[in-house]
């Protein structure tokens, strides 16, 4: 099929997420993208593109890293999949033993499933069902933050607090209680009135991502520990999005050297290759499910795909790499860069409200339009047509680049993203953008 024929296919058999389809299939016409290295992206008339935004948060060494690359080959040749509900697999065993070592404190235990929203599904699940066993069945309520973000399926949805995405299915969710974001006070307005209720509370460490990138004050997750401990309350930390450097640590929680109880990663953890993510627990959660058989202490919880042995085999290379190439430390670079880079070209744009940053995750605001602009939309149009992807929230654009960019792309990135707000800032920029992607495909 050439370029046309797939866009008409796309249009007439795809529902693409997060999509209003109607204009997806009468706007400008969709970029195909058939190929990757590195940090860009080419699509099927051989354009390329910096992937502005890791393929959706969750690139991290590069797309076909040859070290991941030959993981996944080599997994093939031994076995695609094999299932963990009564079995095991030396990818999943050694991953396993390698999240614990690195995961804060005594997250000692694995509980493998395939997507961000099923690793807080299962630790919602966790929480309430070891308070139920335990002794404290009294304890069934979640504390969310306002603007939070926990993945798609109904348990994490009802532990989400963003009004857009959630309120139509607010009749189908479980109640919860909401904080206000990066709010100690509020936290602890919270559990005073209700902590004997509480199971857990639940939040992404140190930045909400898909609210926008909005940054906790330094001291937030110290304190959001110290009430739960105080209330006999569990911590869930949603690192799925903060997780595997994208902060400049490992894990986002290390920044304050808190332990939560219960730490949820998916996005980065294969490095962006294939879908998996983990739910860790501390050994004392753990212990709580033990018990003889006809007790009934079981967690009955597991997917198909659990464990999945090419997307462990893909972890796996990618912890690696991180070591290799001292990933870590090259991120804290690239992030004082990208930190400078957006202060002399991004910051002076006049439609360029706060800029919010914590390692290589970075939300630009856009300011002085009208909602039905739609101009975060405009910016990705007008970068497109510059070789760069990126996807707004919103009236934020979301810079996140892989953790492996160069300073050369990283220049390229930042450029091109201020020029493409500049252009979106024009007064006929959806004609002339729209005209210009017409004419370009
Ligand atoms: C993306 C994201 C999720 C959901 O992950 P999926 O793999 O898309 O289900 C959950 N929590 C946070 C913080 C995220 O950024």
């Known amino acids: ?11 007439l058999h795809l529902w693409h997420p997060f999509t209003q389809q109607q204009g997806w299939v009468d706007d400008e016409p969709p970029l195909i993208i058939e190929s990757a290295s590195g940090c860009r992206l080419t699509d099927t008339d ?60 005594d997250l000692n235990r694995v509980f493998y499933s395939d997507s961000g929203s099923t690793a807080v599904e299962i630790a919602i699940k966790m929480a309430f069902q070891y308070h139920a066993q335990n002794g404290e069945p009294q304890r069934k309520r979640f504390v969310r933050l306002r603007e939070a ?39 602890a307005r919270v559990l005073d009135e209700h902590g004997g209720e509480v199971a857990a509370v639940i939040v992404e460490p140190l930045v909400q991502g898909a609210a926008g990138m909005l940054l906790q004050p330094a001291g937030y997750l110290t304190e959001v520990r110290r009430l739960c401990d105080e209330h006999g309350i569990l911590m869930i930390a949603d690192e799925v999005a903060t997780g595997f450097g994208r902060t400049g640590m490992m894990f986002a929680c290390e920044h304050e050297a808190v332990e939560p109880d219960l730490m949820c990663v998916a996005k980065g953890l294969t490095g962006g290759y294939l879908p998996l993510a983990a739910t860790l627990s501390s050994e004392r959660i753990y212990q709580g499910f033990l018990g003889a058989h006809p007790e009934y202490r079981t967690f009955f919880h597991g997917h198909t795909y659990t464990g999945n042995p090419l997307a462990c085999a893909a972890a796996l290379a990618t912890l690696d790499v991180f070591e290799n190439e ?53 910016v990705t149009l007008a970068a497109r047509l510059r070789g760069v992807i990126v996807r707004p929230l919103g009236d934020v654009v979301v810079l996140m ?12 990135l930042v450029s091109t993203v201020a020029a493409s707000i500049e252009a979106a800032a024009e007064p006929d920029a959806e004609q002339t953008l729209v005209k210009a992607l017409a004419a370009a495909s």
């Not at 009004?163 to 209680?177: A, D, G, K, Q, V």
Request: glycine share 10%; aromatic share 4%.
């Open 401 to 412: 680049p892989p953790l492996s960019i160069s300073e050369t792309e990283l220049r390229e």
């Open 149 to 187: 973000y926990h993945g798609d399926t109904l348990g994490s949805v009802s532990v989400g607090g963003m009004e857009l995405f959630h309120s139509i299915y607010r009749p189908l969710l479980f109640e919860t209680l909401e904080a206000e974001p990066g709010d100690a006070n509020d936290l």
């Open 326 to 378: 001292q990933t870590l430390d090259r991120v804290k670079a690239s992030a004082a860069l990208l930190g400078e880079l957006l202060a002399a070209e991004v910051e002076p744009i006049a439609s360029v409200g706060e800029i919010r940053r914590v390692g290589l995750m970075c939300g630009i605001e856009l300011q002085g339009f009208e909602p039905e602009r739609r101009s975060g939309h405009l």
């Open 1 to 11: 099929m050439n370029t046309d024929e797939l866009i008409a296919a796309d249009r």
């Open 46 to 105: 051989g354009n390329s593109y910096i992937d502005g935004v890791s393929s959706l948060w969750c690139n991290v060494h590069g797309h076909r890293h040859p070290a991941i690359d030959q993981a996944v080959r080599d997994q093939l040749d031994r076995v695609a999949h094999t299932t963990m509900l009564g079995l095991s697999h030396p990818s999943a065993i050694r991953l396993a033993e390698r999240l614990a070592a690195l995961a804060p404190g």
